[in-house]
């Protein structure tokens, strides 16, 4: 009897230590469903939104819409009689008078002279934000289009020469500029085409970005209002195409994108979208699929950090979540046609993550070999408890 006291225990160890000794590269379906929510007293806690596959979300997934520049910004054209004169620009001004002989030009005795008109010579709009018009002084220029400006002038003139017309022309806007940052070809500051300048013409003047328009990223600030989006999105959607105007700043960034794949994939890992965009069905044959002895083909899952607005299309209540987006997780069904033919139109984003659980079986068959391994242990110490015993 005293050999069989712990050969009973050792017997069941294994039982005892069953479910600390199964490693898994993950949680299974039930663990997924069963985590949705914490239920704390009577208040029951969203942890994520676990959205299964259906038509309605193929379509907010297809959809899915980046940030809009057109939608912080508006897309208004900025126009000849919206550019006003700035600080170091140069300017023309010619005088027309209604006949000779008035204050600018000569008497009708004249006969080289063609027209009653005389232009002075071009001139910078000086610190103070002054030109100067002869015998009208000095007159504030600063802040104002060259409309306005040619009616002031005409005002302090109008007394003094023969029914004056101005005509003003901005030679060289040097205060009406935008700039391009960051990984262009040629950075610099540009001067506003007056007939307007859309976003990718002025890019076009700083030779374009360094990378691929799928992983680069621009930045407008205008005004204190700052807007972000992806190049291929704003070549996708020409409404994207904005015009600039005077003080923006554009910065292009080089954001390569990467999805992870986990699970009971071919080969786990962190992996480049190198592409102008990738597939669901794509990016898990880049991880050399599902793992045919191991993988559960029904337990498919996507999960990124979703937009609020794009939850809200599909009825889910999403106002208790603090944060601007939302921890999601789709849920496929590789066995059932639909959901493998929907693979191949949803996109994987940057940083979406693709999760593989395994096959209900694969666990009950790594808890026999420990349970095997480990009764094989108990019965060598057992014998060789007896022997020692004898």
Request: proline residues 7%.
């Given at each position: 009897?005293?050999?069989?006291?712990?050969?009973?225990?050792?017997?069941?160890?294994?039982?005892?230590?069953?479910?600390?000794?199964?490693?898994?590269?993950?949680?299974?379906?039930?663990?997924?469903?069963?985590?949705?929510?914490?239920?704390?007293?009577?208040?029951?806690?969203?942890?994520?939104?676990?959205?299964?596959?259906?038509?309605?979300?193929?379509?907010?997934?297809?959809?899915?819409?980046?940030?809009?520049?057109?939608?912080?910004?508006?897309?208004?054209?900025?126009?000849?009689?919206?550019?006003?004169?700035?600080?170091?620009?140069?300017?023309?001004?010619?005088?027309?008078?209604?006949?000779?002989?008035?204050?600018?030009?000569?008497?009708?005795?004249d006969t080289i002279r063609q027209g009653n008109y005389v232009n002075f010579p071009q001139q910078v709009v000086e610190q103070d934000g002054t030109v100067s018009v002869p015998y009208a002084g000095r007159i504030m220029a600063k802040g104002k289009t060259t409309r306005q400006l040619e009616q002031e002038i005409v005002n302090q003139l109008k007394t003094r020469a023969v029914e004056?017309?101005?005509?003003?022309?901005?030679?060289?806007?040097?205060?009406?500029?935008?700039?391009?940052?960051?990984?262009?070809?040629?950075?610099?500051?540009?001067?506003?085409?007056?007939?307007?300048?859309?976003?990718?013409?002025?890019?076009?003047?700083?030779?374009?970005?360094?990378?691929?328009?799928?992983?680069?990223?621009?930045?407008?600030?205008?005004?204190?209002?700052?807007?972000?989006?992806?190049?291929?999105?704003?070549?996708?959607?020409?409404?994207?195409?904005?015009?600039?105007?005077?003080?923006?700043?554009?910065?292009?960034?080089?954001?390569?994108?990467?999805?992870?794949?986990?699970?009971?994939?071919?080969?786990?890992?962190?992996?480049?979208?190198?592409?102008?965009?990738?597939?669901?069905?794509?990016?898990?044959?880049?991880?050399?699929?599902?793992?045919?002895?191991?993988?559960?083909?029904?337990?498919?899952?996507?999960?990124?950090?979703?937009?609020?607005?794009?939850?809200?299309?599909?009825?889910?209540?999403?106002?208790?979540?603090?944060?601007?987006?939302?921890?999601?997780?789709?849920?496929?069904?590789l066995r059932d046609p639909n959901h493998l033919l929907a693979s191949q139109q949803i996109d994987v984003i940057n940083s979406d993550v693709i999760y593989i659980s395994n096959a209900p079986t694969v666990e009950l068959r790594k808890t026999l070999q420990v349970f095997a391994d480990l009764s094989y242990i108990t019965l060598n110490a057992a014998q060789t408890g007896f022997a020692?015993?004898?």
């Open positions: 009897m005293r050999g069989l006291i712990p050969f009973t225990g050792l017997l069941l160890l294994p039982l005892a230590l069953e479910g600390c000794f199964t490693p898994g590269s993950g949680p299974q379906i039930e663990a997924v469903y069963a985590n949705a929510v914490t239920q704390e007293g009577e208040v029951i806690r969203p942890n994520y939104e676990l959205i299964e596959y259906s038509s309605p979300i193929l379509e907010i997934l297809r959809r899915r819409s980046s940030e809009s520049l057109f939608g912080h910004f508006g897309g208004g054209r900025l126009g000849p009689s919206q550019v006003t004169i700035g600080v170091g620009d140069v300017i023309g001004l010619s005088v027309y008078e209604a006949s000779a002989g008035g204050l600018f030009t000569p008497a009708a005795t004056p017309q101005i005509v003003v022309s901005l030679i060289d806007s040097r205060s009406s500029l935008f700039s391009v940052l960051g990984e262009a070809q040629r950075p610099g500051s540009f001067p506003i085409n007056w007939s307007g300048e859309r976003l990718l013409a002025g890019l076009a003047l700083a030779g374009g970005p360094k990378w691929a328009d799928y992983e680069t990223s621009i930045t407008i600030n205008r005004g204190g209002k700052t807007a972000t989006a992806m190049l291929q999105n704003v070549i996708a959607n020409p409404r994207e195409n904005i015009f600039l105007r005077p003080g923006d700043s554009v910065f292009l960034r080089r954001e390569p994108r990467f999805y992870t794949a986990l699970g009971a994939a071919g080969k786990s890992g962190h992996y480049p979208i190198d592409v102008p965009k990738i597939t669901l069905a794509e990016a898990v044959g880049r991880a050399s699929g599902l793992l045919d002895t191991q993988a559960d083909p029904t337990g498919v899952f996507l999960l990124r950090w979703e937009r609020k607005q794009a939850l809200e299309r599909v009825g889910r209540q999403v106002a208790s979540y603090v944060t601007p987006t939302v921890p999601t997780i789709y849920h496929f069904d020692l015993s004898h």
